[in-house]
């Protein structure tokens, strides 16, 4: 009977070895997986569908804001005097947004609520403008006063809650693309980035340019180990987001390999389809096949992206 006892002891404790290197096992993994430096992203195909419908509506509110015709740079003071009332402010305020005059545009979006305040469609205006401006804050206050004021069950209540959860989601994500920076930039590593250039143009070819700088104590490093891998992203006629053709990465003088070589500069052509606009990009830099630094812009393109094992 004792010898049946030791038995059923000793059993017990090898499953429970056994359960313990289980779950050892998986933290390593999981522990990997958060420390791996060789990961690169990747579109998610699924996620940039759900995105496109919920962007679709924001399209479909700005359709039902009015754009006047004719190509007139028109300045705050001649848009008050050709169009006192509210809802003509808003109408030229959406024409200088579509032209990209942003500020002109929230100058007399603001004039328009002040003449007009319970107007639902100039404080949708309002609240997109912000959000054009990648103004989160101020576009989810917006929205949340469109909430507060706005009918139970109407359209403008439906579009405000669809928008402020989106808002919600991108102030998020943009507070994961600091934390990950600042993990980035509390590290070990040995080249970082220091400032970037950005295209101003849709629709068209044109470069971003990305300065980058060898880290303090780095040594001399080796150029064939430095790695730039870019994915450019365009929003297509059907609202999808979806990769860019994009060039090689083009060193200006070659990658920093150390601290007395200030700041290098690497940049990528991007050419979107006809038809489709800029959308932003995913940078990343890698050296001796690891992780640098990053640059996902705008952040809201985290939504959309998955971390995969570099090819």
């Given at each position: 009977m004792a010898d049946k006892k030791s038995g059923t002891w000793v059993w017990a404790a090898a499953v429970l070895v056994v359960i313990q290197l289980v779950v050892l096992v998986g933290?390593?993994?999981?522990?990997?997986?958060?420390?791996?430096?060789?990961?690169?992203?990747?579109?998610?195909?699924?996620?940039?569908?759900?995105?496109?419908?919920?962007?679709?509506?924001?399209r479909e509110a700005l359709g039902n804001l009015p754009l006047p015709g004719g190509n007139i740079r028109l300045t705050v003071s001649a848009a008050q005097a050709a169009a006192p009332q509210g809802e003509?402010?808003?109408?030229?305020?959406?024409?200088?947004?579509?032209?990209?005059?942003?500020?002109?545009?929230?100058?007399?979006?603001?004039?328009?609520?002040?003449?007009?305040p319970n107007n639902s469609r100039i404080r949708v205006a309002s609240a997109l403008l912000a959000e054009s401006r990648q103004n989160s804050a101020a576009a989810l206050q917006c929205w949340r006063e469109l909430i507060r004021a706005s009918e139970p069950g109407g359209t403008v209540r439906r579009l405000a809650l669809a928008r402020?959860?989106?808002?919600?989601?991108?102030?998020?994500?943009?507070?994961?693309?600091?934390?990950?920076?600042?993990?980035l930039a509390k590290s070990p590593r040995k080249l970082a980035l220091a400032g970037v250039a950005e295209p101003t143009g849709e629709g068209e070819s044109s470069r971003v340019i990305w300065k980058v700088r060898?880290?303090?104590?780095?040594?001399?490093?080796?150029?064939?180990?430095?790695?730039?891998?870019?994915?450019?992203?365009?929003r297509g006629p059907d609202g999808v987001l979806k990769k860019s053709e994009a060039?090689?990465?083009h060193w200006e003088k070659g990658p920093p390999l150390a601290e007395r070589d200030g700041v290098r500069n690497v940049s990528v052509e991007t050419r979107p389809g006809v038809g489709s606009k800029y959308a932003g990009y995913s940078w990343q830099l890698f050296y001796d096949g690891e992780?640098?630094?990053?640059?996902?812009?705008?952040?809201?393109?985290?939504?959309?992206?998955?971390e995969i094992p570099r090819s």
């Open positions: 933290l390593l993994k999981l522990r990997q997986h958060d420390t791996d430096k060789s990961r690169e992203w990747s579109l998610d195909p699924k996620a940039a569908a759900e995105e496109a419908a919920r962007e679709k509506e924001s003509d402010l808003l109408d030229q305020a959406r024409e200088l947004q579509n032209r990209g005059q942003l500020d002109l545009a929230e100058k007399l979006l603001v004039q328009a609520q002040a003449k007009e402020s959860h989106i808002v919600e989601e991108r102030i998020r994500l943009e507070q994961v693309a600091r934390q990950r920076e600042e993990n060898a880290v303090s104590g780095s040594g001399s490093l080796d150029p064939r180990k430095v790695i730039v891998s870019v994915s450019f992203f365009e060039g090689l990465p992780l640098q630094d990053e640059r996902v812009q705008p952040a809201s393109l985290r939504g959309v992206l998955r």
